[in-house]
Structures are given as structure tokens and as C-alpha cells.
T-cell receptor, first 109, second 117 residues
Framework: GQNIDQPTEMTATEGAIVQINCTYQ??????LFWYQQHAGEAPTFLSY??LDGLEEKGRFSSFLSRSKGYSYLLLKELQMKDSASYLC??????????WGAGTKLIIKP | GAVVSQHPSWVICKSGTSVKIECRSL??????MFWYRQFPKQSLMLMAT?????????EQGVEKDKFLINHASLTLSTLTVTSAHPEDSSFYIC?????????????FGPGTRLTVT
């Protein structure tokens, strides 16, 4: 079967750094997405990785290791507005998005 | 990033009526559009995938006669919930994917909250 695993919930302090991990087992791989979703709103695109390595976009970075079936989203200089759910999703061999359940990130002052 | 719009953002309808939701990619042409449904505190559930000019592909368990999808152009897809029932009340989100030279990008509309009374 296809499976995406990410922690259910994480807590971090404002101004700190947090890493949200995602491991996957899918039938084929055509890239991995990270999305941010605030309660009651639709997901917002953060990143797309298809090659191994680190992609940096401002305070957010995303890393991929295809051989390990592993990715992480790194958030630096955390702000209160970063409190949200972070969704990991893999594009499988049929170009369908397989979704993780999401990680709820709680930022404390 | 690219923008996907949805209309209406929220709608209340009576049981037995039909509701149409529009999804538009505003500044790009989407090779594929998707319709999702999301219940509170749960992940997105894919309902169907549609390519412009062809019939939508529905996920198992999704009634194609109840959730009519029309993908009229590379920038517009519509979802019609026919004969709505209270259990159809949910958050419906469309998404549009574009293939670029460096890979794929997939953007979501703001969602439509449907309440059936």
C-alpha cells in the first residue's frame, strides 16, 4: 500500500527552528510537495522537490532523499503566524497526490 | 505563485437543490484540475481528477452522478453537487496543476464551504 508518515503535532518556540519530517512509501515517485494549511482555509503551496537535496525559500527549506523515502520541512525564525498544519504529499507513478495526515505546528511565545 | 480562484466561497442551500462551484486558474493554464473534499480536522480527500475536454476520473466511492464535474477549458472547472443532502455539507477545494520545465506545481483554490439545510 501507499503510506505517508508525519508527526501528528509539534510544538516550538517563537524565533526558534523546527524540522517537520515526512517518510513515504509509494508506488512510484514524481515529486514531493509541502503545503501549509491554516484552520478553515485551503492549503498553500510551499515547495516541490523532485531531486535529492535542499531547496531554500526564505525562512522555509525543504529537503528530499529519494533513496531513503524521506523529506523534511525546515522552518527558521518561527513566527506566531506559522502556527498551522503542514501537509506532506507525494506525486505517485500515476501522478496522483498521496497525502500525509498533516502535522499541526503550535508556536508558543 | 500562481492563483486559483473558487466561487462561491461559501453557500447555504436547501436539501434537494443543486449547487455549482467554479474553479479558475487565473494566470496559468492548468493541465489537470482536481476536486477535494475536506472534513474538519481531517486531511484532503480526492474526489475526482479532470483534464480539459475529457471526462473526469472519479475516486472509488464518489458518485459521479451526484458530483458532476465539467472541465470546459484549461482555466475553468466546475463541480455541481446535485440533489444535495445535509451529509454533503463540507469544505470543497479545487486544485490546479501545471507542468513546468523543472517539474510540477499544484495550487489550491481558497475552498468553498457548503452547508445543506
Amino acid at each position: 500500500g501507499q503510506n505517508i508518515d508525519q508527526p501528528t503535532e509539534m510544538t516550538a518556540t517563537e524565533g526558534a527552528i523546527v524540522q517537520i519530517n515526512c517518510t513515504y512509501q509509494t508506488s512510484g515517485f514524481n515529486g514531493l510537495f509541502w503545503y501549509q494549511q491554516h484552520a478553515g482555509e485551503a492549503p498553500t503551496f510551499l515547495s516541490y522537490n523532485v531531486l535529492d537535496g535542499l531547496e531554500e525559500k526564505g525562512r522555509f527549506s525543504s529537503f528530499l532523499s529519494r533513496s531513503k523515502g524521506y523529506s523534511y520541512l525546515l522552518l527558521k525564525e518561527l513566527q506566531m503566524k506559522d502556527s498551522a498544519s503542514y501537509l506532506c504529499a507525494v506525486l505517485d507513478s500515476n501522478y496522483q497526490l498521496i497525502w500525509g495526515a498533516g502535522t499541526k505546528l503550535i508556536i508558543k511565545p | 505563485g500562481a492563483v486559483v480562484s473558487q466561487h462561491p466561497s461559501w453557500v447555504i442551500c436547501k436539501s434537494g437543490t443543486s449547487v455549482k462551484i467554479e474553479c479558475r486558474s487565473l494566470d496559468f493554464q492548468a493541465t489537470t484540475m482536481f476536486w477535494y473534499r475536506q472534513f474538519p480536522k481531517q486531511s484532503l480527500m480526492l474526489m475526482a481528477t479532470s483534464n480539459e475536454g475529457s471526462k473526469a476520473t472519479y475516486e472509488q466511492g464518489v458518485e459521479k452522478d451526484k458530483f458532476l464535474i465539467n472541465h470546459a477549458s484549461l482555466t475553468l472547472s466546475t463541480l455541481t453537487v446535485t440533489s444535495a443532502h445535509p451529509e454533503d455539507s463540507s469544505f470543497y477545494i479545487c486544485s490546479a496543476r501545471v507542468e513546468r520545465r523543472e517539474g510540477y506545481e499544484q495550487y489550491f483554490g481558497p475552498g468553498t464551504r457548503l452547508t445543506v439545510t
